[in-house]
């Protein structure tokens, strides 16, 4: 037996195993198996080189077989012997005594079967660039490039937005003008004619019920596609032009023996970019479709599979491009979808076993007297949710298994003195805490906040610039510090020499230059603000610093309980569902383009009663540099022609940390009246005096954000306002425009949200370094909550997911971990 000789049955199997589960329906392969297997025969025909298998071969027709042609039954029973033939050939090929050995896939160069992923010519994976490919051209993949798809497995995983109904065939003479429709019909003439000013092509069609005319502008070339005679299928809107129904520029395909793609169907609608078109995208799609998707390893055992009654992979892949029904369509998003969210959870399982299995953290105790004093000394009580939280964290802190519990809790509903009391504890049991925050000007405001309160209850103080140390808190001095980017290079690393001793027992900084930078010498606690820029990669190397600490991240973004347990399922949850007393409801007013006037005017006034007002600049995706010039113009725009009196300030991301902070602490002190941003006050600032917040371009902000927005007015006595500026708003825009401006209420948006979101719409999974999302929707609650179980189940039965019928499943789990990661 030679190399030369092995008949490669595996691809040839997969299919008519497919085929038997997918009901002898012959849609296995795009294009029927009959024409897949006269290829295949004829590839394989000269690799027999035993009679009996040659005989039968012949006897079974594989080579001219009419598959298309027979019922139900003739089909299966074909099948199995065909299946029957297969191994034969592959036990002949066997060298029956070393059949395992590593020898053997050596010399014949080839397994037996095919590893995951492997075509049959072996050298060509689906990780291959999509250019092994017939029919693409370095010049497509360049342009395919710019979508993010690269190689085959990027194609076969690059869905349609979605689909064109051409599915409904009609006679000529029912056609209704102004709807889609499809008609097939045979082409009685196509010339190039005269349309209008232009040259374009036309077309005269007909069938049993009628003719009809197609016109296409602008396009001469076309008409030479459509030869007379030839059976046309056109799919477009209808339109009647001087009492006649025309179709203008239809989709158009000649019946051929393959399957429509252009026509005739659901038909995919994908993303484009310059110098890619519709049909061209489409037959590229077909090809990799037709000789890759099957080729796709299942990963998914079994028997998850059939609990959740889901298609196969190959099958869904194909229907989520080429649907044969809408209903089919939604089982193959369904059967995609919990492939996102099932890897996403059995990962973060497996995290979440990693740190509870990892060296024990260290147990705190309580000394309750000295914590009451600082909750007595704040000046105000803390609320119920308050209360109950900041429990759930005292209780974890006193495990010696590390806490790892996510806060979530409503705009200004009082996160951070819950945290201050948790890093009290940290210190008072000797402990090093770091608290980090998502950009310079909240540390900053961290550290402010934090001095006040502690201040109040020192006996003695030594307060010099970024470091702070207060007796008579705790039974020991307690020392503060502020590690921030803008301190000197002296003091950066006379402060990390500090923390290194152990001089320092709370630092505050940002997420980078806690992680990065610092070597702590008893790090116990880690309070993390913003959880949605601190993904679960960041956690994990946190605790690989090698302490294990607790762990408690913040957020204000308001997810709902399902999917926060499978974004988060390596957190325990904690909510504070409650603002304080008081709080007055924000005013929130969508504004008409034309109300700009009236919008100044409004805070004009407000500042001459001693008021001071944000407005936001739009969003622009493009760069922040391009963002930061957009607001310069802004600002100079407002403060020449607006408001020549008031005084104006202006934060944007281009600007180095001191003059960020410099602005900040300008408005902070009211030596500003307004403050022209963009988008980056999102997080967390807390300036009491503000009580106008004034959005331009709204519809482009998702809601949570102009949540947070909000946010940021509303947090001292007097009633606050949030102005929304769009100019032109999208329906999914004003949506969300009408939502803010109707709920007040977090949690609520956020299920709004939900609904109005999109696939694939995660927010910050990229950031938090978890796999892409592309086809689980937010809303998905119940798939959410079935791949949450099975994944559960799964890992509690294999927790390294190391049986053999997981290996699939643990290498898939590897490759989406590892690219998902790669943003971290
Ligand atoms: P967030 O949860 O958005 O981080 P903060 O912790 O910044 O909210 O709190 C917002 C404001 O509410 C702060 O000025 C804080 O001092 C105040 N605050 C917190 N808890 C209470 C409470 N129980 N009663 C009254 N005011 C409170
Ligand atoms: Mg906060």
Redesign the pocket.
Same mark, same amino acid.
Request: glycine share 20%; hydrophobic share 30%; aromatic share 4%.
């Given at each position: 037996m030679t190399a030369s000789s092995f008949i490669d049955v595996e691809p040839l199997r997969t299919i008519l195993q497919m085929e038997c589960r997918r009901n002898y329906t012959n849609t296995t392969v795009l294009g029927g198996l009959d024409k897949y297997l006269s290829n295949w025969a004829r590839e394989t025909r000269g690799k027999i080189n035993s009679p009996e298998l040659l005989t039968r071969f012949t006897e079974l027709k594989l080579a001219d077989s009419s598959y298309a042609g027979w019922d139900v039954y003739k089909r299966k029973e074909w099948i199995k012997d065909v299946l029957d033939w297969l191994a034969r050939a592959e036990n002949a090929a066997e060298p029956a005594p070393e059949k395992k050995s590593k020898a053997r896939s050596r010399t014949t160069s080839r397994p037996s079967t095919i590893p995951a992923g492997r075509s049959p010519d072996g050298a060509k994976s689906l990780d291959s660039p999509v250019t092994v490919a017939k029919g693409i051209a370095a010049s497509s993949a360049s342009k395919l490039a710019k979508l993010g798809v690269q190689t085959i497995r990027d194609m076969l995983y690059f869905f349609p937005r979605r689909h064109l109904d051409y599915s409904q065939r009609k006679p000529i003479a029912k056609l209704e003008v102004g709807e889609e429709q499809t008609i097939l019909a045979t082409v009685w003439e196509a010339r190039i004619a005269r349309l209008g000013s232009q040259q374009g092509t036309e077309v005269i069609v007909g069938d049993e019920t009628g003719n009809i005319r197609a016109v296409w502008f602008n396009q001469p070339f076309l008409a030479r596609n459509f030869p007379t005679n030839a059976q046309l299928v056109l799919s477009g809107r209808v339109f009647e032009f001087r009492g006649n129904k025309v179709f203008e520029s239809p989709e158009w395909e000649l019946v051929e023996d393959k399957e429509l793609i252009h026509t005739g169907r659901l038909v995919p609608v994908y993303p484009l970019t310059r110098g890619l078109y519709p049909r061209q995208v489409r037959n590229m799609v077909r090809k990799v479709l037709d000789n890759w998707a099957w080729q796709v390893t299942d990963f998914l055992p079994q028997e998850v599979k059939s609990n959740c009654r889901l298609l196969d992979l190959p099958q869904a892949i194909m229907q989520a491009h080429y649907p044969d029904s809408n209903l089919v369509k939604a089982e193959a998003r369904k059967r995609l979808a919990f492939d996102e969210l099932f890897l996403i959870q059995l990962g973060v399982l497996d995290k979440k076993r990693d740190w509870q299995e990892s060296q024990p953290g260290n147990a705190f105790t309580l000394n309750n007297e000295r914590l009451d004093r600082f909750l007595n000394s704040l000046p105000?009580?803390? @609320?119920q949710a308050?209360q109950r939280v900041l429990q759930e964290i005292l209780d974890d802190l006193q495990k010696s298994r590390p806490m790892s519990r996510l806060l979530q809790?409503?705009?200004?509903? +009082?996160? @951070?003195?819950v945290a201050m009391a948790a890093l009290l504890v940290g210190a008072d049991n000797g402990y090093q805490a770091a608290l980090m925050a998502p950009t310079e000007i909240l540390a900053e405001q961290h550290f402010k906040?934090i001095r006040q309160l502690l201040s109040n209850m020192s006996d003695e103080k030594i307060e010099q610039g970024n470091v702070c140390c207060y007796q008579g808190l705790l039974s020991r001095p307690v020392t503060f510090a502020l590690l921030t980017g803008s301190l000197s290079e002296r003091e950066k690393s006379e402060l990390h020499q500090q923390i290194q001793e152990g001089k320092v027992d709370i630092v505050i900084g940002t997420h980078a230059l806690i992680q990065k930078a610092v070597e702590f010498s008893r790090l116990g606690l880690v309070v993390v603000d913003e959880q949605h820029r601190f993904g679960v990669l960041q956690r994990s190397a946190l605790r690989q610093k090698g302490f294990n600490p607790h762990i408690l991240v913040?957020t204000?973004t308001p997810i709902p309980r399902t999917l926060a347990l499978t974004l988060y399922g390596d957190l325990d949850l904690s909510v504070?569902d409650e603002l304080?007393?008081g709080r007055q409801e924000i005013k929130t007013r969508w504004l008409k383009p034309e109300q700009r006037g009236r919008a100044y005017d409004f805070l004009r006034r407000q500042i001459a009663e001693g008021q001071q007002a944000f407005i936001i600049c739009p969003l622009i995706e493009e760069s922040e540099s391009v963002e930061a010039k957009a607001a310069v113009a802004e600002y100079e725009r407002l403060s020449k022609e607006v408001f020549p009196s008031l005084r104006l300030g202006l934060l944007h991301g281009r600007m180095t940390a001191v003059e960020k902070d410099k602005v900040m602490q300008s408005f902070r002190d009211g030596r500003l009246d307004i403050l022209v941003s963009t988008p980056v006050v999102e997080v +967390?600032i807390?300036v009491?005096n503000a009580t106008v917040m004034l959005v331009e371009a709204a519809d482009r902000f998702g809601l949570s954000q102009l949540h947070q927005f909000r946010?940021r007015v509303g947090?001292g006595e007097k009633q606050s306002y949030c102005l929304l500026l769009a100019e032109k708003p999208s329906p999914v825009g004003s949506e969300r425009l009408k939502a803010i401006e109707g709920i007040q209420n977090g949690f609520v948006l956020a299920e709004k949200d939900l609904e109005l979101r999109g696939p694939g719409e995660f927010f910050g999974t990229r950031q938090s370094g978890l796999p892409d999302i592309r086809m689980a929707r937010l809303s998905d609650t119940q798939l959410l909550e079935l791949a949450r179980n099975e994944a559960v189940a799964l890992f509690r039965r294999d927790p390294d997911i190391s049986m053999p019928e997981h290996r699939l499943l643990a290498q898939e789990l590897a490759r989406v971990w590892q690219t998902g990661g790669e943003s971290s």
């Open positions: 105000f009580n803390l @609320t308050q809790g409503e705009v200004g509903s +009082g996160k @951070t003195v906040t913040m204000a504070i304080p007393p +967390g807390d009491p946010g947090r």
